[in-house]
């Protein structure tokens, strides 16, 4: 018997990717395959879809994630499969698993139990070479920028005013702050530099955002990459660099088509992180799954303060998608968490301690309602050890913020155990749920959380105050001037994409549940001009995150067979 996410996975009979095509109507000559049950969908192909109706869009979000983690990917699944199992045209849209967590925290991000995208393996490693291709095109305007000063920089080029980072698909510490080009006059000239982690680059951004290969070469050649001393910015295309970027990026672009264990179809494309980044996968693959499905199930990152927030004000914002309705994803576990409770103590039963930490859910579930629009349900993520006594005041928590809540059981069951919830979903995006506060209505009804026209302060403030529950925000001198910078520069109408823990309302990862009256800290401002929006970091959080005490890479291994072991 199967007990670990990838023995499941192992144990799989998948379809040849081919079988999966063909029930979209995809023909295989619109296919470029990797292998026997993973492919990319043509950019023609997906180009000529754009003059069918859109179906249904379902946006997967979650409580304010906990250590003992919450199951979005894997509630994602298991949807997608439920909506198939009850007769619905259904895909899961996902983003792609970065390898810095795979090999740090989490050893694998393609769902579990009996809800996972196959081949679970290749998909956590490597896939298609997606975030090799980012990679590369990163560092290849890296190398011309360093280039370009050492043969003269004609362009007058501040060596202190160079913006651009290089990037790595691996967490390490040691890389963030960098000296570069010592060694001599023939390395170039000395100057201070850095890595990120390839999900929290510009060109990761860029590529989820992008609406089509032109669209991208414009938004790469709009990367603002240096200043001059005169501090008249640098550009990706003043350096000539953008149609190199856009090569390398050719392939990448088109969606990864795979399945689930029950054959769903799933794209699965682009990765940025919801904490410092925009968190949605590409908007290509979200808008083609729409075209080639009634129902679609995408994934926002972390709880929806980050992800949810950022998928509504950037990418529905600049995109024009529109999520029908929003599933909230919460466990018992989160919620005694939030109440309190040590992650040791998680099993044992305490309603009291999950009746405090639903505050947590009831703001979640507020700001969807009543700030952006959006009909809601909560998804239990039930577990074995949840009592009967906790799932019920779970459930009554919900329904008494005017929600309804289902208990699923995917991980365990696969897609039979979330019929309830894909019932639930169906219901809310064809009738106006008599939940809906005045004013509201299902799809179509999307509002932002600040108007485009609001300052680049006002649009922060807004988040932090609306969302978060912050009392206020304050920033240095230093980076007050920058963003009036920004705002005088033009920049003023960008949504703000914020960088922050996501272990928490506040900036304060140790502080759960739902504060209030806490002050949101801007430590840096990065302007993000070929994706179009203004990145503002606040607290402690990394765009090149560290390795944990004890990293998942450690269990991670081949045997002698060629099987991957230790990916859960």
Not at 400 to 418: K, L, Q, T
Request: charged letters at 20%; hydrophobic letters at 45%; proline letters at 5%.
């Amino acid at each position: 018997m199967a007990t670990s996410n990838i023995e499941i996975a192992q144990r799989a009979d998948l379809w040849p990717i081919t079988r999966i095509a063909e029930g979209l109507g995809i023909p295989d000559e619109e296919l470029v395959p990797y292998g026997r049950h993973k492919a990319k969908v043509s950019l023609s192909y997906l180009r000529a879809l754009q003059g069918r109706p859109r179906g249904r869009l379902v946006l997967m979000t979650a409580v304010s994630p906990t250590p003992a983690g919450e199951g979005k990917t894997t509630t994602t699944v298991g949807l997608g499969d439920a909506l198939s199992r009850i007769g619905k045209r259904a895909m899961i849209c996902l983003r792609e698993p970065a390898l810095g967590p795979v090999f740090g925290m989490k050893g694998g991000a393609a769902g579990g139990g009996y809800a996972q995208v196959v081949p679970m393996e290749d998909i956590n490693l490597h896939f298609t070479g997606d975030f090799a291709a980012i990679a590369v095109a990163t560092n290849l305007l890296a190398a011309l920028i360093d280039n370009h000063i050492h043969h003269g920089n004609e362009l007058g080029i501040d060596v202190r005013r160079v913006t651009w980072r290089r990037v790595l698909d691996v967490n390490d510490r040691a890389l963030r702050d960098t000296v570069i080009g010592l060694g001599g006059p023939a390395n170039g000239y000395p100057r201070e530099g850095g890595f990120d982690i390839v999900v929290a680059s510009e060109v990761m951004a860029i590529f989820c955002l992008a609406t089509s290969l032109a669209d991208l070469k414009e938004r790469l050649g709009e990367i603002v990459v240096a200043y001059t001393r005169d501090r008249m910015p640098i550009r990706a295309r003043d350096l000539h660099a953008h149609g190199a970027m856009a090569a390398v990026l050719r392939d990448a672009l088109a969606p990864n088509l795979v399945q689930t264990l029950e054959h769903t179809p799933a794209f699965v494309h682009g990765g940025p992180f919801a904490n410092i980044a925009h968190g949605c996968n590409s908007y290509l693959a979200t808008d083609s799954a729409l075209r080639l499905a009634d129902y679609v199930v995408t994934e926002a990152g972390f709880g929806a303060d980050l992800g949810a927030e950022k998928f509504i004000d950037i990418l529905c914002r600049t995109t024009g998608l529109r999520p029908d309705v929003a599933v909230v994803v919460a466990t018992v576990r989160a919620m005694k968490y939030h109440g309190g409770v040590a992650v040791a103590d998680l099993p044992r039963e305490d309603v009291g301690a999950l009746q405090r930490g639903t505050a947590n859910l009831v703001r979640h579930l507020t700001t969807l309602r009543e700030t952006w629009g959006l009909p809601a349900v909560v998804a239990i993520n039930h577990r074995a050890e949840d009592t009967d006594a906790e799932v019920a005041a779970l459930v009554a928590a919900s329904e008494a913020a005017g929600v309804p809540a289902v208990v699923a059981r995917h991980f365990a069951e696969g897609g039979a155990g979330a019929e309830d919830l894909a019932r639930e979903v169906v219901r809310l995006c064809t009738e106006p749920p008599a939940t809906l506060r005045q004013g509201q209505e299902p799809g179509g009804g999307l509002r932002f959380t600040y108007p485009d026209d609001a300052t680049l302060w006002e649009k922060i403030t807004a988040i932090a105050t609306r969302i978060y529950g912050a009392s206020e925000v304050t920033a240095s001198t230093v980076v007050r001037a920058q963003i009036r910078r920004l705002q005088d520069e033009g920049y003023g109408t960008y949504p703000v994409c914020v960088a922050k823990t996501q272990y928490s309302f506040s900036t304060d990862p140790k502080l759960r549940g739902a504060p209030t009256g806490h002050v949101v800290d801007i430590r840096e401002v990065r302007l993000a001009a070929g994706a179009r929006f203004i990145v503002m970091i606040c607290g402690d959080i990394m765009t090149m995150p560290g390795l944990p005490a004890v990293p998942a890479a450690n269990s991670i291994d081949v045997d002698e067979d060629g099987r991957i072991v230790g990916l859960f």
